[in-house]
């Protein structure tokens, strides 16, 4: 057992003092009392809150004056009221002769439509004075019928009681009532209570107060950054320069900021609340679109792609980057957050680009890179095709004498009367130097001969330079291979061709020549 416990003190006082009980009972029936009458006028308070709270919130929210007023006034009406104040962002009213101290207490009140967004405080003042007339009525009653019966050993016992318990809770209680919530304070150990109750209790006291501050320090460093985000969120939301849409998975646009307004003048095309899912309607290829969501939705990611719209300028198509990105609230509602980034200029910048890459600066056919390109992506599709390729005869002599500029004008030349012999399915490239290469899909070999006797007559034909007024013509020499049935892979079909042409180069120089890769085999 405690030698140091309050129960074993007050158990040896009571020995010495059994005449004592009266007053210990007076003193007990006054903290009860009053104690109780607290509680009662908090409870009562909160309930005052809670009948006006409805009431209270829609006046904040709509900053009503006259209702806020009513409110006031209805709530100063009862007796355990002296004070009451509403303060909003925009406006503060209070009843007569309001005084905000230690025993206020502060209700937030929440906009009707929004329960997480507050637009006010309530804050009451109790009726202290009333509370303490009625606590020391009823304790007054008691303590005279009390006091009557034992005065003496109700002194004797004021004096025990005060040396042991009631100074030392007194004490705690008016530290208790000095300290602010979320301070340092701290409450200090009375004398002689180290190990005592009230020890205990100091202990746990200060222990909630320590817990209490770093909940309390936790909490406003939580609402801050809810608040910052917030402003963020409503900052890069408003003034964001890419169109944003929040809308249910039927399509039905919820939110949406100015730049999609904007998007949608720049296509002339009016707002609707519903454009269909994901903004669907917007897009040229739906289907692709479907298919890029319903595969990333499948997978718990955020969809992404490059989407052509369909409503567009035929010379200015717009290329829009699409993210979407799905949002269940706690209410288990799901919304699609859509965000359009314009790409147009990127996406011209990057054909002109790779155009520029695959184009020959001359002659503006394909070069090397690209038309390497093109017959990968026929080999890949497995489309069989003859390919030409072909090396000018009489072109160094022409380039030697009247120089680069005549043996460019001739390339160009070359490179017009290819295109008249060719169709439109058929590739032409400028392989390098004088050499071009021609692709011809899906033709027999008897076929590729009459192409081949077209472009040796087109070629053929005298060009008349007028820098130089002079009349020449050049020849070719054609080597022709066939894919797949020569070889399999592009670099050994190219190389079947440059062996072809070589050997119709030597087999009569300067002279138009057109040898096939089979008849070397």
Not at 1 to 15: A, E, F, P, W, Y
Not at 395 to 424: M, W
Request: glycine share 4%; net charge negative.
């Amino acid at each position: 057992m405690n030698k140091s416990g309050l129960i074993l003190r007050l158990t040896v006082v009571v020995i010495f003092a059994t005449f004592a009980v009266g007053l210990i009972i007076s003193q007990v029936f006054f903290r009860i009392a009053y104690v109780n009458e607290v509680d009662a006028g908090q409870r009562k308070i909160e309930q005052l809150y809670k009948t006006v709270s409805s009431t209270a919130s829609i006046a904040s929210y709509l900053e009503d004056i006259e209702l806020v007023n009513e409110v006031i006034s209805g709530l100063i009406s009862n007796d355990i009221v002296s004070g009451v104040s509403i303060s909003t962002e925009q406006l503060k009213a209070a009843s007569d002769n309001y005084q905000y101290n230690d025993s206020t207490q502060t209700f937030a009140l929440f906009s009707p439509f929004e329960k997480d967004r507050q637009v006010g405080n309530l804050f009451i003042t109790p009726n202290i004075q009333e509370i303490e007339n009625r606590a020391n009525k009823i304790s007054w009653d008691n303590q005279i019928s009390i006091t009557i019966q034992a005065t003496i050993i109700t002194l004797v016992i004021i004096v025990v009681s005060y040396i042991i318990v009631t100074e030392p809770i007194i004490s705690i209680a008016k530290r208790l009532h000095q300290v602010k919530i979320g301070s340092e304070e701290r409450i200090s150990l009375p004398n002689f209570h180290k190990k005592s109750e009230i020890g205990l209790l100091v202990g746990d006291i200060n222990s909630l107060l320590d817990r209490t501050t770093l909940q309390i320090s936790e909490e406003r460093k939580l609402r801050q950054q809810v608040e910052k985000l917030s402003k963020h969120f409503k900052l890069l939301f408003e003034n964001a320069n890419s169109p944003i849409v929040l809308s249910e998975p039927n399509g039905d646009i919820i939110l949406y900021n100015q730049a999609f307004t904007d998007f949608l003048e720049r296509l002339n095309l009016p707002f609707k609340q519903n454009f269909g899912p994901y903004l669907r309607e917007l897009f040229d290829n739906q289907l692709a679109l479907d298919q890029l969501i319903e595969t990333a939705f499948n997978n718990n990611e955020i969809a992404s792609g490059e989407f052509l719209l369909g409503y567009f300028d035929q010379n200015k198509p717009v290329w829009v980057q699409t993210i979407i990105s799905p949002t269940v609230t706690e209410e288990f509602r799901e919304y699609y957050q859509i965000t359009l980034h314009d790409i147009s200029l990127r996406r011209q910048e990057l054909e002109q680009l790779d155009h520029k890459a695959h184009t020959d600066q001359l002659t503006q056919l394909l070069n090397r890179r690209g038309a390497e390109q093109q017959i990968s992506r026929l080999m890949q599709q497995k489309i069989p095709f003859a390919l030409l390729l072909l090396d000018l005869n009489k072109f160094k002599p022409i380039n030697d004498i009247y120089g680069h500029d005549a043996g460019d004008e001739i390339l160009n030349y070359v490179s017009t009367q290819l295109t008249k012999c060719l169709r439109r399915r058929d590739l032409l490239s400028r392989w390098g130097g004088d050499e071009f290469v021609v692709v011809l899909p899906k033709l027999n070999k008897q076929e590729v001969i009459k192409v081949c006797d077209k472009i040796i007559t087109y070629i053929e034909k005298p060009y008349f330079l007028k820098k130089s007024e002079a009349s020449m013509s050049v020849g070719a020499s054609i080597g022709a291979s066939f894919y797949p049935d020569d070889e399999l892979t592009q670099e050994l079909i190219i190389k079947a061709a440059d062996k072809a042409m070589y050997h119709a180069k030597t087999a009569t120089e300067d002279k138009t020549n057109v040898i096939f890769y089979d008849q070397l085999t």
